[in-house]
């Protein structure tokens, strides 16, 4: 590599730089940029050649590097990433003559030529080396087609290729070593933060993380087209509707599968006054408002507290909506009746339009199926819900700010037939 080529490369390369390319037809545009790529990349070989080189000569230790990575970082100026695939690559291709060769030929780029270094670098260390070249010439042949990352998963399976036997053997051990560590490191935590919110974190094994999956993505998709909720938000709502659903079949065991409790620790007057505070059994607080929603389909344990606030008598527990009822209640509404929403029975709660805390009876004139994201609207007070008609099916009116002449409203949805 003789110091009048090199000058000659640089001078051509200043010229293809400055040229006019506005003058060039489209065909021409096209072919002057493929033939500068595969310059650039028969340049990176020779540009790993000399790395190699002056690696192997330890320079960059006599000039006090820390490596040949930090070296050429610091006098190209480039990141420590670059600088590092580079060094690493060069020494890929310098125990690599095949490779190499397809380099300078241009039959593969520098990233390509990175990926399969590091495919046929993975193989089995007992590996016999006619494998080797074979997995590693069918990864050239294959860089003519394909980018990249699509190369990449190729190399990910290259040993199927060459050595199905083998490849059958080691996937089926590395499987199994997965599925062990997974099945080991199965973890799941709810940490109370202190400020309303309850952080969720575990590990599942890709069945567990399958059956989870299955039951959460039918309840991921967005409601309607104005969707207010991010997806985040919807994955963490489809969550408590499953727990929720659990809860409804009462086959979870004894200690297990009921309604949420909520244990009232203050004077009860207080909470039909919407003032209560409510504690679950976990030790979380709720609001007033989720208090009154939990309590229309919930079994409510009523405790009678001294001034000292000792509890004196724990009344019996009372379900709600249940029964008889519920099926009447299923039977009339067929699922959430809140305009527009098509959630059935099952994912729905029993709504006390007069609260019972207010004094409502728990009947079928006083009730309505409403599912939990609506439940939860309707307990915020802007919209109203009525009985009315001589279906006596639920109506609801709107707040102003939806509709300023607040048109009663129904949901024809589950009654078309």
């Known amino acids: ?150 190369l990449r998963k190729a190399g990910e399976r290259i040993l199927a290729h060459v050595a199905p036997e083998i ?52 309840l991921c998709a967005p409601r309607h087209d104005n969707e207010p909720r991010t997806p985040g938000q919807r994955r963490a709502d489809a969550l408590v509707e499953v727990c929720d659903l659990a809860t409804r079949t009462e086959q979870l065991p004894d200690n297990g599968g009921q309604r949420p409790h909520v244990m009232v620790t203050v004077p009860f007057e207080l909470l039909e006054q919407q003032f209560g505070i409510g504690v679950l059994d976990t030790g979380g607080r709720l609001s007033p408002t989720q208090v009154r929603q939990l309590a229309c389909d919930a079994q409510l344990i009523p405790a009678v507290l001294d001034g000292d606030g000792q509890v004196l008598d724990l009344g019996r527990t009372r379900r709600l909506i249940t029964g008889s009822l519920r099926r009447a209640l299923e039977l009339r509404d067929r699922g959430c009746a809140f305009p527009g929403c098509d959630r059935p029975p099952r994912w729905c709660d029993g709504h006390h339009i007069q609260s019972w805390a207010d004094g409502g ?17 309707i307990h915020r007070g802007q919209w109203i819900v009525r009985l009315r008609g001589e279906d006596g099916r639920p109506e609801f009116i709107p707040p102003a700010y939806v509709d300023p002449r607040q048109r009663p409203r129904r949901n024809p949805y589950h009654h078309r037939t």
């Open 1 to 150: 590599m003789s110091r009048e080529a090199l000058e000659q490369l640089g001078e051509v390369a200043s010229k293809c730089a400055t040229a006019s390319v506005w003058t060039l037809g489209d065909d021409e545009l096209v072919d002057s940029l493929d033939t500068i790529h595969q310059a650039l990349q028969t340049l990176t070989a020779a540009q790993l050649h000399l790395i190699r080189e002056i690696d192997g000569r330890g320079l960059p230790i006599a000039q006090h590097a820390s490596s040949t990575a930090v070296w050429l970082r610091e006098r190209h100026r480039i990141s420590i990433h670059a600088a590092k695939r580079l060094a690493d690559l060069a020494k890929a291709v310098d125990e690599r003559p095949a490779l190499d060769t397809a380099l300078v030929a241009g039959a593969v780029n520098a990233e390509q030529a990175t990926v399969i270094a590091t495919a046929v670098r993975d193989l089995p260390a007992d590996l016999g080396a006619d494998l080797v070249d074979e997995a590693e010439a069918v990864l050239i042949g294959q860089a003519e087609q394909f980018e990249p990352t699509i």
């Open 167 to 218: 490849a059958d053997a080691r996937d089926a051990a590395a499987l199994q070593r997965q599925e062990a560590r997974a099945w080991q490191t199965r973890a799941f935590q709810l940490t109370r933060l202190g400020d309303g919110r309850v952080r969720v974190t575990g590990w599942l094994d890709e069945a567990g993380a399958a059956t989870v999956n299955a039951a959460l993505d039918p």
């Open 361 to 377: 009876p728990t009947s079928l004139h006083n009730s309505v199926l409403l599912c939990g994201y609506h439940h939860r609207i």
